[in-house]
């Protein structure tokens, strides 16, 4: 038995979808901690792929239990969507919890977040208009509603009038738009409500019970941790806690019962939207990371930003989460590239920095300083062990761990369930 926690060691989309689907074969519970549908998670499997926002990457396995926790933000119409396509398919969905204490996004988050990315004009976070900022805003204001309100309709129905008409005082009169048709809305939340409240539970008893019985545990984080809310590139970040330390609050169970912290991280660098990014090319490299990487939203659709791997941001990873071992994804994505340059550390105004900076403007002047790497060119997606792997691909996962000091236990060598080198067990 153990308790496992997976999360992104970057800006999100590391491929965190995959392993957390590929671990889920020995888990009994997994489980989705913060952030809500502006992630997107994808899983490869029989030659379909599937992306999800809201369910835990482990909802193809009949055996796990599924959890959405009270640190993730709900946005009502999302999961039944993505509940409804699953059941069309003929794929099990019957053992999903959600959090009593999970609040929900509602449409007057969304138009708050898209006012708000508005009036920044310039300094847009390029968010995915998903409502999140404005939901956790409102949970940490108090005003926010709760998935346990939903088991009482009368009730939750005034709550949603209450809400959405303060909220139109908002729209209308800070952001000059349009107001929202409340009651338009309130009988289409509680038409959702009436849809989810079966699901609804205490999603910390399930978890700490699964514990209590030896059984395993899989936390999913999302996001990573640069978008960490405290930890990230404020003000470049999301809104929720995405490194381990957010797992415990975000469901509820106690820090002493942690066995291991997986950091997913890519065998490069990629973010999607605003903020510093020191490794980022602008080149043949960075087309080549985009495009055989298929680097683009899985929620939006955006082209992501890519670079070469930073390891001064994995170092600070492993700090921030007491990372016990990486899962390295996309490995297969460098081959062909010759040399292979890793950051080892960062240039400041002529200093040499190893740590990561805490405030971004600082960050948007450092230059990276790279270490150069043998390339490889033979194809390792059918590899499956790590002496299949050409000597510098084997050098390159070397080198990451001399200079992070973590373990690199997995590898993931292409998109599906079975592409993936695993060196250990994960616990
Ligand atoms: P997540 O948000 O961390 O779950 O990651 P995303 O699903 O947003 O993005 C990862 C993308 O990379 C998806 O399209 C995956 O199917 C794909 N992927 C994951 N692992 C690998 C890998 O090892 N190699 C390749 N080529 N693609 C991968
Ligand atoms: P997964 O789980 C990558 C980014 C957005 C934006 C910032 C704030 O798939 O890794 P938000 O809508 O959260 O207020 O946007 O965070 N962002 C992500 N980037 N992967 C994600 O999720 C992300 N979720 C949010 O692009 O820069
Ligand atoms: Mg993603």
Redesign the pocket.
Same mark, same amino acid.
């Given at each position: 038995m153990a308790v496992i926690i997976l999360l992104?060691a970057q800006?999100?989309?590391?491929g965190?979808g995959k392993i957390t689907d590929h671990l889920t074969r020995d888990a009994a519970v997994v489980a989705r901690w913060n #952030?809500g549908d502006?992630?997107?998670?994808t899983v490869v499997w029989r030659g379909q792929t599937f992306k999800f926002h809201l369910l835990p990457s482990g909802i193809l396995y009949e055996h796990a239990t599924c959890i959405i926790g009270s640190g993730v933000v709900v946005n009502p119409k999302t999961l039944l969507g993505e509940l409804d396509n699953l059941k069309a398919q003929g794929l099990p969905t019957a053992r999903l919890v959600i959090s009593g204490g999970a609040h929900l996004i509602m449409p007057y988050h969304i138009a708050l977040d898209g006012a708000s990315e508005s009036s920044r004009g310039e300094k847009k976070? #390029? &968010? &995915?208009?998903?409502g999140?900022?404005p939901t956790y805003a409102d949970k940490a204001w108090r005003a926010g509603i709760r998935a346990v309100e939903m088991l009482d309709l009368d009730h939750f129905a005034q709550r949603v009038r209450e809400q959405a008409e303060a909220r139109n005082i908002w729209l209308t009169q800070v952001y000059g738009q349009e107001p929202l048709d409340v009651p338009a809305i309130v009988e289409e939340y509680t038409e959702y409500a009436r849809r989810l409240a079966p699901m609804v539970g205490d999603a910390s008893l399930v978890i700490n019970e699964a514990i209590a019985a030896g059984k395993t545990v899989l936390c999913e984080g999302?996001?990573?941790t640069l978008?960490d809310l405290d930890h990230g590139t404020y003000p470049?970040? &999301?809104?929720s806690s995405p490194i381990a330390g957010g797992a415990c609050v975000g469901l509820g169970f106690g820090p002493k019962l942690v066995d291991e912290v997986i950091g997913v991280a890519k065998a490069y660098t990629t973010r999607?939207?605003? #903020?510093p990014m020191p490794t980022e090319l602008h080149d043949a490299v960075g087309d080549h990371l985009v495009e055989i990487g298929h680097e683009y939203g &899985?929620?939006t659709g955006r082209r992501r930003r890519a670079g070469w791997l930073d390891l001064v941001i994995l170092r600070y990873a492993a700090r921030i989460n007491g990372l016990t071992q990486f899962a390295m994804t996309k490995l297969d994505v460098l081959t062909g590239l010759d040399p292979v340059r890793v950051c080892v550390a960062y240039e400041y105004r002529g200093q040499r920095l190893e740590h990561f900076p805490m405030d971004s403007r600082v960050l948007e002047e450092c230059r990276p300083i790279y270490e150069d790497l043998p390339g490889w060119d033979a194809d390792i997606s059918t590899t499956r062990s790590l002496e299949e792997l050409p000597a510098a691909a084997r050098r390159y996962v070397q080198r990451v761990e001399e200079l992070t000091g973590v373990p690199v236990t997995m590898i993931s060598v292409g998109p599906a369930r079975e592409q993936l080198i695993r060196r250990r067990p994960a616990h």
């Open positions: 992104g800006w999100g989309d590391e965190k #952030g502006n992630a997107g998670h976070i #390029g &968010t &995915t208009k998903r999140i900022g999302a996001q990573g978008l470049f970040v &999301t809104s999607v939207g605003a #903020g &899985t929620t």
